[in-house]
């Protein structure tokens, strides 16, 4: 990739170019090197801002956004998410709508404004409904469920959990609903040990996931007097969050 970069950039092939960008950032996105991915997302933008490729355009700004926001930087988030809203044009095809609306549902939870997150998740969900492949289907539903928990209605988180589970998109979401089955079960005061203990094996290898994961097992455990156990799950979620921030 770094070849492919290098010989584009020398070419002035922008397709290319965009091409190693974009993919260098998200294999740096996931060693966690965040502000190599962060600056290798913006050059990536303008680049395809260039190209005047609205799907690729509307793919990036997600990229990029989500990253901010996963750092913490939602002033910065939102503004690439106005970036690429005007870059992208008034009439957005509805797999790019779907995009668009998941990262501004996630801005507004992050802020806390659990309405606007509701309605932007919905949105992305009616999106991705319209959409020839479905998109975001299965992460849209899966956000709706997050911010539902957060207003503290299990119910329609439980709906949209059950519609996630074969929705479009639900491959590769196995991790996150997981998390989710158990969380919803820990709000409903059901019993939920199990579910958490189950969503650590399934989230192994996804570190945000699996930090969650453990954090849920740990309470559970501390919920059944099993302290030895809880302070295990509550160890193995620090050591998570920490491989995140390294």
């Given amino acids: 990739l770094e070849s492919v970069l290098e010989d584009g950039e020398a070419l002035g092939e922008r397709r290319a170019t965009a091409f190693a960008l974009g993919n260098l950032a998200v ?5 966690h090197d965040y502000a190599t991915a962060l600056s290798l997302f913006e050059r990536c933008l303008g ?37 690429g809203r005007r870059a992208c044009g008034p009439n957005l095809a509805d797999n790019i709508a779907a995009l668009m ?9 992050a802020r806390g404004d659990t309405l606007a997150a509701a309605q932007a998740a919905d949105e992305a969900i009616a999106a991705s409904r319209r959409s020839n492949n479905g998109g975001k289907l299965g992460e ?9 928990l957060a207003e503290g209605d299990v119910l329609r988180a439980r709906r949209y959990l059950q519609q996630s589970e074969n929705a479009p998109g639900a491959a590769g979401g ?5 998390v989710l089955q158990a969380a919803v ?16 094996e399934v989230a192994e290898d996804e570190l945000e996931f ?13 919920d059944e007097g099993d302290a030895i156990a809880a302070r295990r799950h509550l160890d193995a979620a620090r050591a998570n969050r920490d491989r995140i921030a390294s």
């Fill in 27 to 31: 294999l740096h996105s996931l060693g």
């Fill in 47 to 83: 680049v395809v801002r260039a190209l005047g490729d609205a799907f690729r355009l509307a793919h990036t700004t997600f990229n990029f956004a989500h990253l901010r926001l996963r750092v913490g930087m939602v002033d910065e988030a939102e503004q690439t998410l106005a970036f």
């Fill in 101 to 109: 609306s998941f990262v501004a549902a996630e801005a507004k939870l």
């Fill in 140 to 148: 849209a539903l899966r956000l709706g469920a997050r911010i539902a």
């Fill in 174 to 178: 196995e991790a996150e609903q997981a």
């Fill in 185 to 200: 079960a820990r709000a409903a005061g059901d019993p939920y040990r199990r579910l958490a203990d189950e969503a650590t």
């Fill in 210 to 222: 699996a930090r969650e994961a453990h954090c849920l097992a740990g309470f559970a455990a501390l």
